[in-house]
């Protein structure tokens, strides 16, 4: 596929708006300096292994600090190297991608030196669960909540969004655990297999990405079928009874989002034969259902997380569903929300910037 390692216009945005509620986090180290265990991958919020992948760029890094004797430093927009050692690595990532054959294979190398980074880079520094700094850690305030076992969400995260303080995603595991909102990094193959073995399980009707549509006859909540005990988009493919439907979410900024679905599109075409994946918007009727709601919501309902609780709303106007209290779980993750642009805000203004720009807080623009 045609991937692009370096910014677009709206990643330039998102790194604006990311040094902005960043730390400025300058000559941070790279914490006790090891090798990432699984353990500590696992805490960041996974429930797999730690890629092989990442594990090797992360191998490459430590060999170069001990073969040099210059120490990693990370510091500013998504835990970024500094000083010398960048240089370095620089000069040698660049070699590396320039042996890689296609762009499949510099696309996971990618990913892999991205996600290497950062867990290197907020070691120590950013809390493994709300991936804020310690200091403004928001999870005594998370109240948890079950997700309707019919349904799971996936987070299909580009690596550039892994361990972003005001990345929106991660609240949907912290509000109903990382078996009913599950992360997947683009990218990294491990992840990537993982997610399609699921769907496999679970039958092609049980799958919609939260999209614009781009099929030809557009698709909302509503033309999702219900049959008393399972969700299906399509009552002609096999689907599995007991597996849940699939919900898969792009975390991305508006033009990495296009890059996500373009990899799962071209993944589905292989598997299934059929050009388009099946996709799902929200519908306008949603958006002045919670308007009413939340007379002045704090967050644009195009964040990640806010397009999952609109999601949870509009199933919840859907009376066949109405057992499934879809209210209090739209409401748990709404409520996620406000505590993590709180804590963001507290955070800013701590260390003396501006709030102004907290109603345009617009990264991860979906829908
Ligand atoms: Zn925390």
Same mark, same amino acid.
């Given at each position: 596929?045609?991937?692009?390692?370096?910014?677009? =216009?709206?990643?330039?945005?998102?790194?604006?708006?990311?040094?902005?509620?960043?730390?400025?986090?300058?000559?941070?180290?790279?914490?006790?300096?090891?090798?990432?265990? &699984?353990?500590?991958?696992?805490?960041? %919020?996974?429930?797999?292994?730690?890629?092989?992948?990442?594990?090797?760029?992360?191998?490459?890094?430590?060999?170069?600090?001990?073969?040099?004797?210059?120490?990693?430093?990370?510091?500013?927009?998504? =835990?970024?190297?500094?000083?010398?050692?960048?240089?370095?690595?620089?000069?040698?990532?660049?070699?590396?991608?320039?042996?890689?054959?296609?762009?499949?294979?510099?696309?996971?190398? @990618?990913?892999?030196?991205?996600?290497?980074?950062?867990?290197?880079?907020?070691?120590?520094?950013?809390?493994?669960?709300?991936?804020?700094?310690?200091?403004?850690?928001?999870?005594?305030?998370?109240?948890?909540?079950? +997700?309707?076992? %019919?349904?799971?969400?996936? *987070?299909?995260?580009?690596?550039?969004?892994?361990?972003?303080?005001?990345?929106?995603?991660?609240? *949907?595991?912290?509000?109903?655990?990382?078996?009913?909102?599950?992360?997947?990094? @683009? %990218?990294? $193959?491990? &992840?990537?297999?993982?997610?399609?073995?699921? @769907?496999?399980?679970? %039958?092609?009707?049980?799958?919609?990405?939260?999209?614009?549509?781009?099929?030809?006859?557009?698709?909302?909540?509503?033309?999702?079928?219900?049959?008393?005990?399972?969700?299906?988009?399509?009552? &002609?493919?096999?689907?599995? $009874?007991?597996?849940?439907?699939?919900?898969?979410?792009?975390?991305?900024?508006?033009?990495?989002?296009?890059?996500?679905?373009?990899?799962?599109?071209?993944?589905?075409?292989?598997?299934?034969?059929?050009?388009?994946?099946?996709?799902?918007?929200?519908?306008? *009727?949603?958006?002045?259902?919670? &308007?009413?709601?939340?007379?002045?919501?704090?967050?644009?309902?195009?964040?990640?997380?806010?397009?999952?609780?609109?999601?949870?709303?509009?199933?919840?106007?859907?009376?066949? +569903?109405?057992?499934?209290?879809?209210?209090?779980?739209?409401?748990?993750?709404?409520?996620?929300?406000?505590?993590? +642009?709180?804590?963001?805000?507290?955070?800013?203004?701590? +260390?003396?910037?501006?709030?102004?720009?907290? $109603?345009?807080?617009?990264?991860?623009?979906?829908?």
């Amino acid at each position: 596929m045609a991937f692009s390692a370096e910014s677009a =216009s709206g990643e330039e945005r998102a790194e604006t708006e990311e040094s902005l509620l960043a730390t400025t986090g300058a000559g941070r180290g790279a914490g006790n300096g090891g090798e990432v265990s &699984h353990e500590e991958w696992q805490r960041w %919020g996974m429930s797999s292994p730690l890629p092989s992948s990442v594990a090797a760029v992360i191998r490459e890094l430590l060999k170069m600090e001990a073969a040099t004797g210059e120490k990693m430093r990370f510091g500013g927009v998504g =835990s970024k190297l500094k000083g010398d050692f960048k240089d370095m690595e620089d000069k040698k990532h660049r070699a590396v991608y320039e042996t890689l054959r296609d762009s499949d294979q510099k696309l996971q190398y @990618f990913s892999a030196r991205q996600i290497g980074c950062r867990l290197l880079g907020s070691r120590g520094y950013l809390c493994q669960k709300c991936w804020l700094p310690t200091e403004d850690c928001m999870c005594a305030n998370v109240v948890t909540c079950n +997700l309707w076992r %019919g349904m799971k969400f996936w *987070l299909y995260m580009h690596p550039k969004d892994f361990l972003r303080q005001n990345n929106t995603g991660k609240l *949907l595991w912290q509000v109903f655990g990382i078996q009913a909102a599950q992360l997947c990094l @683009f %990218g990294i $193959q491990e &992840h990537e297999d993982i997610m399609w073995d699921a @769907f496999q399980r679970s %039958g092609n009707g049980k799958i919609s990405v939260l999209y614009p549509n781009k099929s030809a006859i557009p698709k909302s909540v509503k033309d999702l079928k219900f049959n008393g005990s399972s969700l299906t988009s399509d009552v &002609h493919e096999v689907s599995s $009874q007991d597996e849940p439907f699939n919900f898969i979410l792009l975390d991305g900024t508006w033009s990495n989002s296009a890059a996500l679905y373009r990899r799962l599109k071209e993944r589905w075409t292989v598997i299934s034969g059929d050009e388009d994946i099946p996709c799902i918007s929200l519908s306008t *009727l949603t958006a002045s259902v919670m &308007h009413k709601l939340r007379p002045q919501p704090a967050w644009d309902r195009t964040c990640t997380a806010a397009a999952a609780a609109g999601l949870l709303w509009e199933l919840n106007l859907r009376p066949e +569903l109405r057992t499934y209290e879809f209210e209090k779980q739209a409401e748990a993750v709404e409520c996620s929300l406000d505590i993590l +642009l709180d804590a963001l805000t507290t955070r800013r203004v701590r +260390l003396g910037r501006s709030i102004t720009r907290k $109603q345009r807080h617009n990264r991860n623009c979906l829908l």
